[in-house]
T-cell receptor, first 117, second 114 residues
Framework: DSGVTQTPKHLITATGQRVTLRCSPR?????VYWYQQSLDQGLQFLIQ???????AKGNILERFSAQQFPDLHSELNLSSLELGDSALYFC????????????????FGPGTRLLVL | AQSVTQLDSHVSVSEGTPVLLRCNYS??????LFWYVQHPNKGLQLLLK??????LVKGINGFEAEFKKSETSFHLTKPSAHMSDAAEYFC????????????FGSGTRLQVQP
C-alpha cells in the first residue's frame, strides 16, 4: 500500500458526460501528479500540482482540468467525455519539488478505471 | 526533453532462470531513473531508483539495475525468476528539478514459465 488513495475505483459513464476523480496524497506529500494509462497511448503524464499551484502540464486535453485543495487532495475533472477517454487514471504523490531527487520519488495510487460508453 | 526506450515488449523466462529487461534512455541532463512494476489489475509499484549515487541500484524482490552513462542504459536484472514476477515492467525517467513529471517507456511484459 503506497499511502495514496483514489476514488472511485471504477466509473462507468456515457459520452458527453462529466466526471470527477479524486486523489489523496501520502501524508506529508505536497506534490500531486495525474497520469493516464490507455492501450494506445501507454502511460502519459497529464498535470502536476505542488502545494495548491499548477507546476507542470503534459498531454492534458482542454476538456480536462484539475485542482489541488488546501488540504492537498486533488481532483481531476473530465468533461464532454468521449469513447477514447476510457482509460486507467493514476494519481501519484511525492514529498515536494525541492530539487532534491531523493524527495521526489513518486508513489502511485491504485488508479480509477474509467469506461465511457 | 527526455525519453526511454524499452527494447523488448515481451520477455519470457523459465522459473529459476535469470531475468534481463532492457532500457535505454535519452536525457539532456543527469537523469533520475526508475523501474516500476504493474501486476495485472493493480497500480504501479516502485521497484528501484537511480538518483546519481551508486550506479548499481538494488531494489525490492531481488531486482537490481545498473546505470551505464556511456551506453545510456538502465537494464533491470534478477538472478532467478519467480512465478510472482510475472507482470508489466516500466522503465521511467524523471523530468527536470521541480517539475518531476515522469516519462514512461512502453513497458515490457514478463512471462515466467513453470
Amino acid at each position: 500500500d503506497s499511502g495514496v488513495t483514489q476514488t472511485p475505483k471504477h466509473l462507468i459513464t456515457a459520452t458527453g458526460q462529466r466526471v470527477t476523480l479524486r486523489c489523496s496524497p501520502r501524508s506529508g506529500d505536497l506534490s500531486v501528479y495525474w497520469y493516464q494509462q490507455s492501450l494506445d497511448q501507454g502511460l502519459q503524464f497529464l498535470i502536476q500540482y505542488y502545494n495548491g499551484e499548477e507546476r507542470a502540464k503534459g498531454n492534458i486535453l482542454e476538456r480536462f482540468s484539475a485542482q489541488q485543495f488546501p488540504d492537498l487532495h486533488s481532483e481531476l475533472n473530465l468533461s464532454s467525455l468521449e469513447l477514447g477517454d476510457s482509460a486507467l487514471y493514476f494519481c501519484a504523490s511525492s514529498v515536494g519539488a525541492s530539487g532534491r531527487s531523493d524527495q521526489e520519488t513518486q508513489y502511485f495510487g491504485p488508479g480509477t478505471r474509467l469506461l465511457v460508453l | 526533453a527526455q525519453s526511454v526506450t524499452q527494447l523488448d515488449s515481451h520477455v519470457s523466462v523459465s522459473e529459476g532462470t535469470p531475468v534481463l529487461l532492457r532500457c535505454n534512455y535519452s536525457s539532456s541532463y543527469s537523469p533520475s531513473l526508475f523501474w516500476y512494476v504493474q501486476h495485472p489489475n493493480k497500480g504501479l509499484q516502485l521497484l528501484l531508483k537511480y538518483t546519481s549515487a551508486a550506479t548499481l541500484v538494488k531494489g525490492i524482490n531481488g531486482f537490481e539495475a545498473e546505470f551505464k552513462k556511456s551506453e545510456t542504459s538502465f537494464h533491470l536484472t534478477k538472478p532467478s525468476a519467480h512465478m510472482s514476477d510475472a507482470a508489466e515492467y516500466f522503465c521511467v525517467v524523471s523530468g527536470v528539478r521541480g517539475r518531476r513529471a515522469l516519462t514512461f517507456g512502453s513497458g515490457t511484459r514478463l512471462q515466467v514459465q513453470p
